[in-house]
């Protein structure tokens, strides 16, 4: 199946896509040093990026009618600033908000499938009626604004559409959530919000996948079973003590309500392999990126992640990593940070994928990213919904 991705980044979206089976016909990214990355892993033949056409451009200039209409999916993770918690809250107002954009080349396209992924702060209370807003241009992507029409007029314009119940044309069917990575796996508590949305002609029923991980199952296989530290070699002296703030779930799992799912992922499963980042530099190890940077210390509301649960959510921030944020906290109470290879693995990066910048670059590609294993989750779902209502 055909694809297009907007706003690339560090490429974790189209990785996970393509490998749910999307053939990416065109990958747009403006940013040179994410484009870099892209193409130093093309060059190393990483999951057959080397196929993929990578276009260093602006998507409001990138010329579409080279790119046939109908295509099976259009994916964007369109840039987070404006709604980021950590950003300045500027939303529809942000140079940087680029969702008009989106439904602009949706018009062009006419993709069967649309995947768009940005930050959870976009579902807060103070963002809702630009949420719904969203939501509406996303289903009626032919409903154009005027010149001169702002934002909610045009909004308005796109309710009194929805609510004659008669749309013609194209239009979209189109859900959203916001999910937690760690509940597919990814060793990281990563909320972001995701719209879906289907081709109406194409008569698609979809819901998004249902979780296959869970916190109960960690701490049951941790404080109930035990089998994790058994799993993990740790010593019988060196396992904690349960914290306190899970004694009334603790009590329910020690009563025999078993959880049914996975547990969730931990720091400790995905870095145990990796040798000390203390004993190499970073210009000896320029391929696997796997070295210690100086100065991570704590401070309030900043403590870094635990060893075994899954991370924090990754961070990219301003200046590359905010103060006491992307750190690991050992068990010792020693707290540093998280290395380019480690904070990969954790956004379920391949370990033959690398990141050619600075320390401060990479970790701002790597905070940027969709983890490539909720990408290729959320891609095999749409993937096979599609092929149910195409010609074989």
């Known amino acids: 199946m055909r694809s297009v991705e907007l706003f690339t980044g560090a490429g974790g979206l189209a990785l996970g896509l393509a490998t749910a089976g999307f053939e990416h016909l065109a990958v747009i990214e403006r940013d040179a040093d994410s484009c870099r990355t892209l193409r130093e892993n093309q060059h190393r033949h990483v999951r057959d990026m080397a196929a993929w056409p990578v276009f260093h451009c602006d998507v409001r200039s990138f010329d579409y009618s080279s790119v046939p209409e109908d295509i099976d ?10 709604f980021s918690i ?3 809250h500027r939303g529809h107002r942000d140079e940087r908000n680029m969702f008009p954009q989106t439904v602009e080349i949706i018009r062009k ?8 992924e940005n930050v959870r702060g ?7 009626k630009y949420f719904s807003y969203i939501h509406f241009m996303l289903s009626y992507p032919e409903i154009k604004r005027r010149s001169g029409e702002d934002w909610v007029e045009h909004l308005g314009k796109l309710e009194r559409y929805h609510t ?13 959530r916001v999910l937690n990575a760690a509940d597919y796996g990814v060793p990281q508590k990563r909320e972001r919000i995701f719209f879906v949305a289907f081709r109406a002609d194409l008569h698609v029923e979809w819901s998004f996948p249902a979780s296959t991980h869970s916190g109960e199952s960690l701490l049951f296989s941790q404080f109930v079973s035990g089998d994790y530290w058994d799993r993990q070699r740790v010593p019988k002296r060196l396992i904690p003590r349960p914290p306190n703030k899970y004694e009334d779930k603790l009590r329910r799992l020690r009563n025999g309500i078993l959880p049914l799912l996975l547990p969730w992922c931990t720091v400790r499963e995905v870095i145990a392999d990796l040798p000390s980042p203390f004993s190499t530099r970073a210009e000896e190890e320029p391929g696997l990126t796997h070295f210690s940077i100086p100065g991570a210390r704590r401070y309030v509301g900043h403590t870094g992640s635990a060893l075994d649960e899954p991370a924090k959510t990754l961070k990219a921030g301003d200046h590359g990593v905010p103060g006491g944020e992307n750190m690991l906290a050992s068990p010792d109470g020693t707290v540093r940070y998280f290395t ?3 904070s990969a693995r954790l956004q379920t990066f391949p370990d033959d994928y690398v990141f050619p910048g600075s320390w401060t670059e990479s970790m701002r590609q790597i905070g940027n990213a969709v983890p490539v294993q909720l990408a290729e989750c959320l891609g095999k779902n749409i993937y096979r919904k599609l092929s149910e209502k195409l010609p074989h």
């Open 164 to 176: 004659t119940g008669k749309p013609s044309g194209l239009w979209y069917r189109v859900v959203s």
């Open 109 to 116: 396209l006419k993709p069967k499938a649309v995947l768009v």
């Open 340 to 342: 380019i290879r480690e």
């Open 86 to 88: 950590g950003g300045k």
């Open 73 to 82: 999916l259009l994916a964007a993770g369109v840039p987070c600033q404006p």
């Open 122 to 128: 976009l579902a807060r209370s103070s963002f809702a």
